[in-house]
């Protein structure tokens, strides 16, 4: 999915590319070439804004085929390019008009601001989108909150909107070819239409027929907090044990965003449950939340869940990670029972929740259960390298392997599992950074 | 990083590589003459260089320095529009025709053409009303105009490229010419 995903883009910027080779007969200068090489950035930045907030519409073959988390590493990836690409149409388009007109390119570049429609405008798109560049930088977003982060980063929408009308008003391909013009808007539309569909009508639309409301709130270890939303048909949200929403919760100072945090169990027609640690201002909020606020969530969104394919099962939890796969370890088809085995790691003891719960489970379903409590320099080992875990679960190369937990231990766990001979198609995870 | 470096490479690499199969070093009228229209006409286009002499050759010789036509906008402006080459032994009717195009509003203001036709072949483009909001936009006039004619005289249609810059310009023109050639019947 992701690869067909990928391919689509593909296609979408090779056709972005047709449309500038269509409408240039030949480059004739430097002047000329120049300022092609600036189209052909612009044209697909302009593309690439759209793949961007495309990647962020909440599309559910998107949310389920390839996973939020993937999703939102492609979009950090590609907004680097975008801007990268956006700056360099400005250089070169400026570069090359100013090269045709025999004009120094200070002075093209007034030209442009003052006698070109909307150029006055794009500039300020481009300029916005510098500084939204500069602060979401990743050393300067440590020394700013996720909140300021996230704010800023809705300028974009802002800034795309400023850029469009130069684009129509000034590309050559969109001046002259009405149907290029026409089909571009649509592009543009599409996007804007499955935004505004699924990121505002449809948590809407789910409020109405679900009328979450907080019902309390439990402390599972320090920091970690459950929280027991009521509703109405839960059941029918047709969640997936491993999956999760996005959750606005309704009361002063959380009700502008939405996060992502896993269900920790399976609906119940009228209650479920999630599972989040403190770590920033809304996560840490959840802990004070008091019974009766409303609650907007959208979802079910995530690609982390159990594959049907009958083999055996290695779940893999790091800390909070435990979240989707305690749903999913209470969850598994019952065929699986056989050859279950659950690792959970955690630096502390105080750190393990749902213990009695995941005890529980394990008896009930004849599963194998670790728990590795330490660091890695407390054990004297790293119980994920290939050695130990090889181990641990004799025969891995049968598994079906899902990993969830921070950044580092996902991706070590990962190789692990690929040196001992367990498939990529076998192997499922999903991390907590974002 | 090593993906970060490669995209970007590979993007640079891409785009120089469209830009450079795009790219004709030769002057602007020579090479849309040699390339886009079919050799017969190009050959008459070119036979009628030496006829005026000092019109042509002067569009050729800044061509060679200036290809883009920026440099002396004006001088070249109307040599090539007055390039009339001479209809020796066309198969067709030579009766020559004025059509004068539709007005076509552009944000900078109208734009007319009027095309002289010798048979169906197109001998000359004129300008009756050009954009002239202001000092830029006629400065961009003075470097597209003549660039269009060239390309329109080349090309024996309205099918040309718009020129870099002069996007308004250009649609006005395209269209103004498209239309006197319909209403001729060309």
Redesign the interface.
């Known amino acids: 999915m992701p690869g067909l995903i990928l391919g689509v883009i593909g296609l979408g910027a090779a056709a972005v590319?047709w449309l500038?080779?269509k409408?240039?007969?030949?480059?004739?200068?430097l002047?000329?070439?120049l300022?092609?090489?600036g189209?052909?950035?612009g044209l697909?930045a302009a593309y690439g804004f759209v793949v961007l907030v495309g990647l962020m519409a909440r599309l559910p073959p998107l949310e389920r085929g390839v996973g939020a988390d993937r999703l939102a590493r492609w979009h950090a990836?590609g907004g680097?390019?975008v801007i990268?690409?956006v700056t360099g149409h400005v250089l070169f388009i400026t570069w090359?008009?100013a090269?045709?007109?025999?004009e120094l390119v200070t002075h093209q570049a007034v030209?442009f601001l003052?006698?070109y429609?909307d150029i006055l405008t794009a500039t300020m798109a481009w300029s916005l989108l510098l500084v939204i560049a500069a602060i979401s930088a990743r050393a300067a977003r440590r020394k700013v909150s996720y909140e300021t982060w996230y704010y800023l980063h809705l300028l974009t929408y802002a800034s795309i909107v400023l850029a469009l009308f130069h684009q129509l008003?000034?590309?050559?391909s969109f001046?002259?070819d009405h149907t290029a013009r026409v089909a571009w808007m649509a592009m543009y539309a599409v996007v804007a239409g499955f935004i505004f569909w699924y990121r505002f009508v449809t948590p809407l639309r789910m409020l109405a027929r679900h009328r979450f409301t907080v019902m309390g709130v439990r402390e599972e270890a320090p920091g970690v907090v459950s929280v027991y939303i009521g509703g109405r048909e839960l059941d029918k949200m047709r969640a997936e044990p491993g999956q999760f929403f996005r959750w606005r919760f309704l009361t002063k100072g959380l009700a502008w965003q939405s996060h992502p945090y896993s269900l920790s169990a399976m609906p119940q027609p009228d209650m479920v449950r999630i599972t989040v640690k403190a770590r920033g201002h809304h996560s840490g909020s959840m802990a004070h939340l008091q019974p009766g606020t409303r609650v907007i969530a959208e979802g079910p969104y995530g690609a982390f869940t159990p594959s049907l394919s009958g083999r055996r099962v290695l779940m893999i939890a790091g800390g909070v990670g435990i979240t989707p796969i305690r749903a999913m370890f209470a969850a598994l088809p019952p065929r699986v029972s056989d050859g279950i085995t659950l690792i959970y790691r955690a630096s502390h003891p105080r750190d393990i929740v749902f213990s009695q719960e995941l005890d529980a489970i394990a008896a009930d379903r004849n599963a194998t259960l670790h728990y590795i409590i330490g660091s890695r320099a407390e054990l004297g080992y790293d119980p994920l390298a290939p050695e130990e875990l090889g181990a641990l679960v004799p025969g891995l190369h049968r598994y079906e392997a899902y990993v969830c937990g921070p950044n580092g231990m996902t991706q070590a766990a990962v190789q692990s599992l690929h040196a001992l001979g367990v498939k990529r198609r076998h192997v499922h995870h999903e991390t907590f950074d974002f | 990083m090593r993906?970060?470096v490669l995209?970007?490479g590979g993007?640079v690499a891409g785009?120089?590589a469209?830009?450079a199969v795009?790219?004709?070093?030769?002057?602007?009228t020579a090479?849309?003459a040699g390339?886009?229209a079919p050799p017969t006409r190009g050959a008459m286009l070119v036979q009628g260089t030496p006829a005026t002499p000092s019109g042509a050759g002067g569009a050729a010789g800044t061509g060679t320095k200036?290809?883009?036509g920026?440099?002396k906008p004006h001088a070249t402006a109307k040599p090539s529009a007055t390039v009339t080459p001479k209809p020796s032994g066309t198969r067709q009717s030579t009766a020559t025709r004025v059509s004068t195009g539709a007005v076509e509003s552009t944000?900078y203001g109208p734009m007319q053409v009027q095309v002289t036709l010798a048979g169906t072949r197109i001998t000359k483009v004129t300008v009756l009303q050009e954009t002239n909001v202001?000092g830029?936009?006629s400065q961009i006039d003075a470097?597209a105009i003549p660039k269009l004619t060239a390309e329109a005289l080349a090309a024996q249609s309205a099918k040309?490229?718009?020129v870099?810059?002069a996007?308004?310009t250009?649609?006005g023109y395209?269209q103004s010419l498209q239309s006197a050639l319909d209403k001729a019947g060309a």
């Open positions: 590319l500038w080779w409408d240039t007969t030949a480059v004739h200068s002047g000329d070439a300022t092609n090489v189209r052909i950035c697909l990836m680097r390019y990268t690409l090359g008009y090269v045709t007109a025999h030209t003052t006698s429609p008003s000034d590309g050559a001046v002259t | 993906r970060a995209t970007l993007t785009i120089a469209l830009v795009k790219y004709q070093p030769a002057p602007s090479a849309l390339t886009i200036a290809p883009s920026g440099a944000r202001g830029t936009s470097m040309i490229d718009a870099s810059g996007s308004y250009s649609a395209i």
